[in-house]
């Protein structure tokens, strides 16, 4: 590289900044600070300058000479408090005087209001009783929300069958459709999957004593019973239940809600009711093709693993399937249909007033809607068992 380039170079790129120290008299440090000192080039490390301070023993005060400072900026003011902190620390006096005028005047305007104590907040640990006594007042305080969002959710309906619920019918038949075609495909899919692994699992076992026919009454009965509800309740959990709370969430962030508490018009019956009416109606359709889904699936491993014929496979999936099984399985889609459309939408009007709060919301309404389908489904199937159905 020829002399005026490297000499260019060294102009267009300014010298480091650079410390010195040098003890002036017992007790008494100066510190020689050059260069260009600026958020840019290269800053000293702060514990070198500690160290180089340490270096120098019974040091008392410490002076500054600024002389060949070409230049500085807010990264050279945070290096001169974390001296100045370092100083405060290990009782040392750091004069300002040798500074320029500007870095003086910021500094004394740093130190002129010190921190108030107590000011930081300091997260402390409550003690276990403590944090016990605060889960169990939340516990209650959440099932208070819940009791009094299903008795709103009741008058609502009360009002509906009485003709004077306020809310839009074409609202309703758009919710219904989200609610229904739109979720066939997905529908269709996991049903297919869950029948194609309930007859293979069942295939696997019945081959073995030559009983692969009954992998007919397996799926048949596992599928309108209770699989094809629950499955098509954790769908609609996941998919419906997670947008009501999104839309109403967003709605509560963007004070629609209380807009319309403004007006007189009661949020239950202009957006909650819809949901759960379109929901309810639509999960037994949605459990009925879902079964169907389901049996097929298991027709397609019985013919293709089994060797079973169509007409065998369908007969002995009529004989083993009974109308009770139907009922039971309509009867619990109608109330996961239910669960998943309050769940929805509790979390959405629970909402806080934020963006993540709808995020929290929604994941909120999915694991509620989930946890309330299987405890439903246990306490459905208890019934069932007392009944003798």
């Known amino acids: 590289m020829c002399p005026d380039a490297v000499k260019r170079e060294q102009e267009a790129s300014p010298p480091a900044c650079e410390t010195k120290v040098r003890v002036l008299s017992r007790g008494t440090l100066l510190m020689y600070i050059s260069g260009d000192c600026r958020m840019g080039s290269v800053m000293p490390s702060p514990e070198d300058v500690h160290r180089q301070i340490l270096s120098q023993q019974g040091i008392k005060d410490i002076s500054f000479d600024t002389t060949n400072l070409k230049g500085w900026d807010s990264g050279f003011l945070t290096f001169l408090i974390n001296i100045f902190d370092f100083c405060k620390r290990n009782s040392i006096t750091a004069e300002k005087t ?137 769908i609609m959990a996941g998919r419906t239940g997670a947008a009501f709370a999104a839309q109403l969430g967003t709605m509560q962030v963007n004070e629609e809600i209380d807009a319309l508490k403004t007006m007189g018009i009661s949020p239950m019956e202009f957006l909650v009711l819809p949901r759960m009416l379109a929901l309810m109606l ?94 439903a489904t246990a306490i459905i199937t208890l019934m069932c068992e007392v009944l003798g159905i």
Request: net charge positive; proline share 3%.
């Open 282 to 375: 639509m999960m037994p359709l949605l459990c009925l093709y879902a079964d169907l889904m389901g049996i097929l699936g298991g027709l397609i491993v019985g013919v293709s693993m089994l060797d079973l014929n169509f007409m065998e496979y369908f007969m002995e999936t009529k004989r083993a399937v009974g109308l009770n099984n139907l009922w039971i399985g309509l009867f619990q889609s109608m109330v996961f249909g239910v669960l998943v459309a309050l769940s929805g939408c509790l979390r959405g009007i629970q909402c806080g007033r934020s963006a993540s709060a709808v995020g929290k919301a929604t994941t909120s309404a999915v694991v509620t809607g989930i946890v309330s389908i299987i405890v």
């Open 98 to 234: 040798g500074l320029p005028q500007g870095v003086q005047k910021l500094l004394t305007l740093v130190s002129a209001v010190p921190e108030r104590t107590g000011a930081r907040r300091e997260h402390v640990r409550p003690p276990v009783l403590e944090r016990l006594g605060q889960y169990v007042l939340d516990f209650k305080k959440s099932n208070h929300e819940v009791l009094d969002f299903i008795g709103d959710a009741f008058l609502a309906f009360r009002r509906l069958l009485r003709g004077r619920a306020q809310y839009r019918r074409s609202d309703f038949f758009v919710i219904l459709q989200e609610c229904g075609s739109q979720a066939v495909p997905i529908v269709s899919l996991i049903s297919v999957l869950v029948g194609l692994i309930l007859a293979f699992v069942g295939a696997i076992q019945l081959r073995m004593f030559g009983a692969q026919i009954y992998v007919a009454d397996l799926v048949g009965i596992a599928m309108v019973r209770v699989m094809g509800a629950i499955m098509t309740g954790i």
